[in-house]
């Protein structure tokens, strides 16, 4: 398309106040950009975009050749948003090309936008991951591409937009993202992902996140069609790195709260839907381990903290009289010159978080009793 039939075009839009307007002005002139770059090249865009990693070798130092090849890989990745989000020069693709396909032609390029740093580049990778995804239908994605690496990093770099970007914004389009890409996992893509993230996330809130997704899994085997990666020994596999304690009683508790939280809501879920009779999930079988691993260190845990913290309560009382300021220890953690009001409140809120743990705990160790109360009546009449 010459400038003679797009320049009114852009004129017009240019002279709009409205940000539609300008926005279409802008991808206007970036594509005829683009498509005037691919024609100066003169190498055809289709080889040009699926082919960039089939290149000889033309450098004698190292160093030189991975500074082109980290170059390059920057710039394709920049390609890839260009095409696949901004749809600019996609009509020179062949489209007989599978959604899958193309989720794994691009994740390389994915992976490089992730681990960059600046906002304005990572969340170009998060665009591309969902406009990837969104091509995809729910549990139809294989887990057979779970072994390609990218598909596990991605994910991986998904986590670390959640937990370490600034920007609410990208934190919460991350989280959005992450959850699309388990949806679009089949049964056993899932299980695996799971296993994976729990190993590796090193994050309270991330760990409770996926509990979460593992319990709707379950319900879902459970309710609807029967799926052996959530129920039975594979379950028991996952339950394992979930019900216990990573420290034991000495664990931070208060820093995994969220954890032990989802744990403990799933745990109590699997109680009630569960009968110790039927036994789908095997959580009858690995009853012992759960209540040695996990309930009785996070019960003294409980204790140990509880006395901590009200011993630091009765200490920031006292200080309080004398109109000082001190540190505090918050889990782990000092934090100095906090005024005494400002404590009380961190530390109570801090018992209050206790509490609710313990409540929950008790009505789980409650179930289980009444649970297999009843199976021993059924076994003795």
């Known amino acids: 398309m010459g400038w003679n039939l797009v320049g009114p075009v852009v004129r017009s839009l240019l002279r709009s106040e409205k940000e539609d307007d300008k926005r279409k002005c802008h991808f206007l002139l970036l594509d005829l950009l683009v498509k005037g770059f691919l024609s100066a090249i003169g190498y055809p865009f289709p080889k040009m975009i699926f082919n960039h990693g089939r290149k000889k070798k033309i450098w004698n130092y190292l160093e030189f050749e991975e500074e082109e090849d980290k170059q390059l890989s920057d710039s394709m990745a920049s390609l890839a948003y260009l095409v696949f989000v901004q749809g600019i020069s996609i009509d020179q693709l062949p489209m007989v090309l599978s959604p899958s396909y193309l989720l794994q032609f691009n994740m390389g390029h994915i992976e490089v936008l992730l681990q960059r740093t600046e906002e304005s580049v990572f969340s170009k990778g998060l665009d591309?991951?969902?406009?990837?995804?969104?091509?995809?239908?729910?549990?139809?994605?294989?887990?057979?591409?779970?072994?390609?690496?990218?598909?596990?990093?991605?994910?991986?770099?998904?986590?670390?937009?959640?937990?370490?970007?600034?920007?609410?914004?990208?934190?919460?389009?991350?989280?959005?993202?992450?959850?699309?890409?388990?949806?679009?996992?089949?049964?056993?893509?899932?299980?695996?992902?799971?296993?994976?993230?729990?190993?590796?996330?090193?994050?309270?809130?991330?760990?409770?996140?996926?509990?979460?997704?593992?319990?709707?899994?379950?319900?879902?085997?459970?309710?609807?069609?029967?799926?052996?990666?959530?129920?039975?020994?594979?379950?028991?596999?996952?339950?394992?790195?979930?019900?216990?304690?990573?420290?034991?009683?000495?664990?931070?508790?208060?820093?995994?709260?969220?954890?032990?939280?989802?744990?403990?809501?799933?745990?109590?879920?699997?109680?009630i839907k569960d009968n110790e009779k039927d036994n789908q999930t095997g959580l009858w079988t690995d009853l012992e381990k759960i209540e040695n691993n996990f309930l009785k260190p996070l019960h003294t845990g409980l204790n140990m903290s509880k006395a901590h913290y009200e011993a630091e309560i009765k200490n920031s009382q006292e200080v309080q009289k004398s109109k000082d300021h001190c540190s505090l220890n918050v889990g782990r953690e000092e934090i100095p010159n906090m005024p005494p009001e400002m404590q009380l409140k961190v530390l109570h809120s801090a018992l209050f978080t206790f509490d609710l743990i313990e409540s929950v705990l008790a009505r789980v160790e409650e179930l289980i009793e009444t649970k297999t109360k009843s199976t021993s009546e059924e076994n003795m009449g």
């Open 128 to 271: 591309l991951l969902e406009n990837g995804l969104l091509r995809i239908e729910d549990s139809s994605l294989l887990h057979q591409y779970l072994e390609i690496k990218s598909f596990l990093t991605v994910p991986q770099g998904l986590v670390k937009v959640m937990t370490l970007c600034p920007i609410e914004t990208l934190r919460k389009k991350g989280l959005a993202v992450l959850q699309l890409y388990i949806n679009k996992l089949d049964p056993q893509g899932k299980y695996t992902l799971f296993g994976c993230l729990l190993n590796t996330s090193n994050h309270s809130g991330v760990e409770a996140f996926i509990i979460q997704n593992i319990k709707n899994q379950i319900d879902m085997s459970l309710k609807k069609t029967h799926n052996k990666w959530f129920t039975g020994p594979q379950l028991i596999s996952l339950l394992d790195l979930i019900l216990f304690l990573p420290e034991g009683a000495e664990t931070d508790l208060l820093q995994n709260s969220d954890r032990i939280m989802a744990s403990l809501n799933l745990l109590r879920y699997l109680v």
